[in-house]
């Protein structure tokens, strides 16, 4: 099956720095990679998502890029503020019936 | 427009015994998964329900068992409760007829087994 290896499980950073989240995934049939970030005690909430016929895929502070060939893709959030700070989770799944594996989070700390 | 909603948000039970939780999907959503999240842990699939039966199902023993309504509801039901069995359950809806990828998450029910 699918195995998702993410890193790190820890980031802190200052409030106003960039921060880098790194997934692989081990099955080339997936084609669907959400993340999602959880705030304690909270919902997982989908943040963005990209597909495998796109390379990259930003919404204001946040993008994520997609590298096929190597089976990784990438979460980056610039400018981080505070209220960033959560544990994010990344996953990969094959088209059709969704089920999504999950990395084991990243914690992200952004201090003021 | 509503979204996915769980309940209760929090049980206590003891080894042995057993547990219903119950999700509602959100609005316009068919598609429903459960998954348990451990502390520290992401969410681990346990199985999905799509037009009231069992369309896929994660590395979960029989004692996980489920149920979706007409309505698209759905519930989780495990028996003989284990003390590993404490966990976050979640649930998830999406749409089946537009797209199943994108999931949403409902706040969860926190179970705690003594």
């Known amino acids: 099956g699918e195995n998702v290896e993410q890193h790190p499980s820890t980031l802190s950073v200052q409030e106003g720095d960039s921060a880098v989240i790194k997934c692989t995934y081990s099955?080339?049939?997936?084609?669907?990679f959400p993340w999602y970030k959880q705030e304690l005690g909270k919902r997982p909430q989908l943040i963005i998502d990209i597909r495998s016929n796109v390379g990259e895929k930003k919404d204001q502070r946040i993008a994520v890029t997609l590298n096929k060939t190597a089976k990784h893709f990438s979460l980056h959030i610039t400018e981080t503020q505070p209220e960033d700070s959560a544990v994010y989770f990344c996953a990969a799944s094959k088209g059709g019936s969704y089920i999504p594996t999950f990395g084991r989070g990243t914690s992200l700390i952004v201090h003021p | 427009d509503a979204g996915v909603t769980q309940s209760p948000t929090h049980l206590i039970k003891t080894r042995g015994q057993q547990v219903t939780l119950r999700c509602s999907p959100k609005s316009g959503h068919d598609t429903v998964s459960w998954y348990q999240q451990a502390l520290g842990q992401g969410p681990q699939f346990i199985f999905q329900y799509y037009e009231e039966e069992e369309r896929q199902r994660g590395n979960f023993p029989d004692r996980f068992s489920g149920h979706q309504f007409p309505n698209y509801s759905s519930e989780l039901n495990v028996n003989a409760l284990l003390l590993g069995d404490s966990a976050l359950y979640l649930c998830a809806s999406s749409s089946g007829a537009i797209s199943t990828d994108t999931q949403y998450f409902g706040p969860g029910t926190r179970l705690t087994v003594l």
């Open positions: 099955d080339s049939a997936s084609n669907y």
